[in-house]
């Protein structure tokens, strides 16, 4: 169930090894859909907004595709409401919480995602591997996944070596999911862009420590963040967005998920629009089969939700059930199936089948914000003319040759860095971004549109100390959206505050960052957090009222029953036989700093760990 990163990465995977499986997903074809966004609410975006690069932020506001939860950030109404992005009601219905975008089409949320592919960090795996005890999650053997998964086009001197067999670099390439990297040749024309990469890159050189060991990982990495012995080594640096791309357009679980129907019609038979309501269990526990409900838009989280019956439909499985529904709807459907917190599933009248209280528990995210800065000028020279739609210049040099800005996703270059020098991993991801961004609420893409004269550095923090969010059910209607709070900051469980103060330092960073370009006059005005938000404190309640995050994980943690754990390191789920997870839900923490790469990893090995054991 479920053909997103996890989900689809899997069962293409199980297909192409010759098992027979059945996808459920309960969205379309994203490329088949039609549907507006707040560039033409009107009008078809697609597939364009599935397709070019730059147009990701609409892709994840397209009415056809978008699946929109409404989640707190706090329980207090006082606090909730002090965050501008905060909505109590959107198209006539009560929402009382901040958007968080989801896909639900083929392809889950790497339809819509920024396909920015950062490898997570090694000790990510190799704690995976301590807490179970089971060798095969280290980081060395994890990479052999991503090795599998990956077809790297942007190291190409070692694409030619990795021919004659030398390799250093841990990439893959000869796997099913492209990577590039996309830097337009227009930047050379655009004097401030040069400019402000110039002053970043000698602000970073200053600050970033030793420059001869930067020097030496400038000559290995060539800026690849992904480079396995820069990986290896937790370094921190400057480097650009390697994108999940092929010839310059969206690449994801989609395109594996089709391909491998094709090539195995018999194998591989994609059910859509099937929304999954209830696991079938029988008496022992063991999954038999699923139940679902076949029909568009079913999902109340759907821009415009049918208000039809649906089709009930079961399909029965000889060999098991595997939930990858994305870490708001894998526990959902745990919980409606009888799996999960006893009282939860008492108070909706579900029948208790496994009192398992981790499931919906455990919810992690990043924080992120943004320093927004109005440049002096009218628009970006790179951006000249952009209006993000058919026939305009930039899309012109997209369609004609993948060329242009329109092949990126707008960020200029990415810092890793740590918010304290004795943090054991770099924990801060820094984002340069032509646009003016400042987190999701709806209409928010419009703003790429109609301001062409923004750079936004967003900052992402990652291996959050916070674990106390939560997912849990609103109601026993499988069409309803759960009830999700991710407890930020005070609410939650980071009783020391390192996350908070990390927030500070990179803010402050950011600032220090821009510093010369502002010196050099290029800078109009900070908008956000704005010269009136100096002191720490004052950063931190900016911060408090302004984070979100969109790496929703780690609700079906793998990890030992006793200890809330959901899973085994297997993805079998506690107390059943037949049903396993491989989504973003089964990390017992939140790996590295983008997900994607570590999910797309865990539907290769869920695959490998279940043609092993089969
Ligand atoms: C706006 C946005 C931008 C992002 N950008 C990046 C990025 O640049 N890099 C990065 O690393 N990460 C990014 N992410 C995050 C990343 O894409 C997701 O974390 C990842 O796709 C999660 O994979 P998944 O398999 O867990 O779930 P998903 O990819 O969400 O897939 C879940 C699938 O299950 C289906 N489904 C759910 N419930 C049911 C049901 N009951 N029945 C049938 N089908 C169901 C859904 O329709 C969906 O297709 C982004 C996320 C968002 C929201």
């Avoid at 009930?312 to 526990?331: K, Y």
């Avoid at 009136?532 to 302004?546: G, L, P, S, W, Y």
Wanted: charged share 25%; proline share 5%.
């Amino acid at each position: 169930m479920g053909s997103g990163a996890g989900g689809g990465t899997l069962a293409a995977r199980l297909a192409e090894s010759g098992r027979s499986v059945v996808l459920l997903e309960a969205g379309g074809d994203p490329r088949q859909l039609r549907g507006g966004d707040p560039v033409d609410p009107e009008g078809n975006r697609l597939p364009d907004d599935y397709d070019v690069p730059a147009f990701h932020g609409f892709a994840s506001e397209n009415d056809a595709i978008s699946w929109d939860f409404f989640v707190r950030h706090y329980a207090s109404e006082a606090r909730q409401r002090l965050d501008l992005k905060y909505r109590e009601s959107w198209e006539g219905r009560r929402v009382e919480g901040v958007l968080y975008p989801r896909a639900g089409t083929l392809g889950g949320c790497t339809a819509h995602n920024a396909m920015i592919m950062l490898y997570p960090h090694d000790a990510d795996w190799d704690g995976i591997a301590g807490l179970t005890g089971d060798p095969s999650w280290n980081a060395e053997h994890m990479r052999t996944y991503f090795r599998k998964l990956e077809n790297c086009h942007h190291r190409w001197p070692y694409r030619l070596l990795s021919k004659i067999g030398i390799d250093p670099t841990g990439h893959g390439w000869k796997g099913w999911l492209h990577t590039e990297k996309a830097i337009p040749e227009s930047m050379l024309d655009d004097p401030a862009l040069i400019k402000m990469i110039e002053k970043t890159a000698f602000e970073i050189i200053r600050r970033l420590g030793d420059p001869i060991t930067r020097a030496q990982r400038l000559v290995k990495g060539q800026l690849d963040l992904n480079d396995g012995r820069l990986v290896r080594q937790n370094a921190v640096g400057v480097g650009y967005m390697p994108l999940t791309t092929r010839h310059h357009a969206r690449m994801g679980s989609r395109e594996r998920v089709l391909d491998t129907a094709r090539r195995y019609p018999d194998r591989l038979k994609l059910e859509l629009n099937a929304l999954a309501t209830r696991v079938l269990l029988d008496e022992g526990n063991r999954a038999r089969g699923v139940e679902y409900l076949r029909g568009d838009r079913l999902y109340r989280a759907s821009r415009r939700p049918s208000d039809g019956p649906g089709e009930l439909r079961r399909v029965h499985t000889s060999r098991e059930v595997i939930l990858a529904g994305g870490a708001f709807n894998t526990p959902q459907l745990l919980m409606l199936s009888g799996i999960g917190p006893r009282e939860t599933l008492r108070r909706h009248g579900i029948e208790v089948r496994v009192d398992l209280p981790g499931v919906g528990q455990n919810l992690q995210d990043r924080y992120e914000v943004s320093v927004v800065n109005r440049m002096r000028f009218e628009h970006w020279e790179v951006l000249k003319g952009a209006t993000f739609a058919k026939g305009d210049p930039h899309y012109r040099r997209w369609t004609a040759g993948g060329k242009g800005v329109y092949a990126t996703n707008g960020s200029i270059l990415g810092v890793v860095t740590r918010s304290t020098p004795t943090m054991p991993l770099p924990d801060l991801f820094c984002l340069a971004l032509l646009g003016k961004f400042q987190g999701y609420f709806p209409g928010y893409s419009r703003a790429l549109v109609d301001y062409l004269n923004y750079l936004s550095w967003t900052i992402v923090k990652g291996h959050t100390n916070n674990r106390a969010g939560e997912v849990t059910l609103r109601s026993a209607d499988p069409r309803e959206t759960p009830a999700i709070n991710f407890r930020y900051f005070e609410e939650g469980n980071d009783t020391r505050g390192e996350d908070l103060d990390a927030v500070v330092a990179a803010v402050k960073f950011v600032r220090a960052l821009t510093r010369g370009i502002q010196t050099d006059g290029l800078v109009g005005e900070e908008e956000v957090p704005g010269k009136d938000v100096q002191t720490d404190e004052e950063i931190r309640e900016f911060a408090r009222n302004h984070a979100w995050g969109h790496h929703a994980s780690c609700t079906c943690a793998i990890g030992p029953r006793e200890r809330g754990g959901v899973l085994g390191s297997d993805f079998r789920v506690h107390g059943t036989q037949g049903l396993r997870v491989a989504d973003a839900s089964v990390f017992p923490r939140i790996p590295g700093f983008f997900i994607v790469s570590a999910v797309y990893m865990i539907g290769e090995k869920a695959a490998d760990v279940i043609l092993t054991h089969a």
